[in-house]
């Protein structure tokens, strides 16, 4: 199993907006994220907010067999859950391009 874990900065003005897909996730969408996540092969998710003098950030932690895998499948699924999450959240909060490169894995250095 691996183990990954990520920030990602919030948009300035965003962490309402963040807060709130973040509850739409845990309640009413709960069912479509844990699909969602099945699908891409994750078996751990966890997400702190991070406030910072830099702004605030998203920070994640994942378990599964295959990290790039889960990369790959959230940001190419067609699933309707997976298209609103990178529309309402990766691209309208955390600012990301969906069709630009992957970011780089990031680098172990401690643990």
């Known amino acids: 199993m ?3 874990a990520f920030c990602t900065p919030i948009l300035p003005g965003k962490t309402a907006d963040w ?3 973040v509850a739409e996730m845990t309640g009413p969408r709960h069912a479509e994220l844990k699909a969602s996540r099945d699908r891409a092969g994750l078996k751990q998710e966890r997400v702190w907010l991070q406030h ?3 702004g605030d950030f998203a920070v994640v932690y994942w ?3 295959d990290i790039a895998k ?3 499948t959230l940001m190419a699924s067609t699933q309707p859950f997976d298209v609103w999450f990178r529309e309402k959240i990766l691209v309208d909060i955390h600012g990301m391009t969906p069709g630009g490169p992957p970011p780089p894995m990031n ?3 401690l643990g």
Do not use: D, N
């Open 52 to 54: 910072t003098p830099h």
């Open 63 to 65: 378990e599964a067999q």
């Open 19 to 21: 807060k709130k897909r």
């Open 2 to 4: 691996a183990h990954y």
């Open 107 to 109: 680098e172990a250095v």
């Open 70 to 72: 889960v990369f790959q």
